[in-house]
Nanobody, 121 residues
Framework: QVQMVESGGGVVQAGGSLRLSCVAS????????MGWYRQAPGKEREFVAMTRWSLRGYNSEYAHSAKDRFTISRDNAGNATYLEMNSLKPRDTAIYYC????????????WGQGTQVTVSS
């Protein structure tokens, strides 16, 4: 089992910034993927950004809506991920969920409890 603790959500005006944190524990995490999804009211959960493990280190992936505004990072131990969000827009308003994806023959996903981000216009 993997447990995650998310923090950093809040209310910010359009154009502002927030930094989300997710710290995970419960198993070896250095060789798993960690990232963020979000879910706005009345919409499906959508991908935001991910750090994917490889033998050469972590690779970052972004949704089109997050490119050039959001930056995802991972700590050296592999058990924490951060999402720096700049130039926030009202449409970024959502609950942001940390995701730990354990690849393999039977992939497993673990989800955090979510942190609310509200961007006012």
């Amino acid at each position: 089992q993997v447990q995650m603790v998310e923090s950093g959500g809040g209310v910010v005006q359009a154009g502002g910034s927030l930094r989300l944190s997710c710290v995970a524990s419960g198993r070896t995490l250095i060789n798993v993927d960690m990232g963020w999804y979000r879910q706005a009211p009345g919409k499906e959960r959508e991908f935001v950004a991910m750090t994917r493990w490889s033998l050469r280190g972590y690779n970052s992936e972004y949704a089109h809506s997050a490119k050039d505004r959001f930056t995802i990072s991972r700590d050296n131990a592999g058990n924490a991920t951060y999402l720096e969000m700049n130039s926030l827009k009202p449409r970024d308003t959502a609950i942001y969920y940390c995701d730990v994806h354990v690849p393999g023959p039977v992939p497993v996903n673990y989800w955090g409890q979510g942190t609310q981000v509200t961007v006012s216009s």
